[in-house]
């Protein structure tokens, strides 16, 4: 073990920062958005317009 390196503990963090300093915080990303309702892939086709369909082959 290296000698002259006091022992890593957390109140001594690694790297330039004081230990009394907070490190700089990112802004806080937008909040999401609400999830839009799931459309189908194909929309929902009256009993008309799935005969006609069945009509024309």
Do not use: H, I, V, Y
């Not at 073990?1 to 802004?27: D, F, L």
């Not at 958005?33 to 009509?55: G, I, Y």
């Amino acid at each position: 073990m290296a000698r002259g390196k006091p022992p890593w503990s957390p109140s001594r963090p690694s790297g330039s920062t004081p230990p009394n300093q907070q490190p700089p915080q990112r802004p806080n990303p937008p909040p999401l958005l609400p999830t839009p309702p799931r459309n189908p892939r194909f929309r929902q086709l009256s009993e008309a317009e799935l005969a006609d369909r069945r009509d024309r082959g």
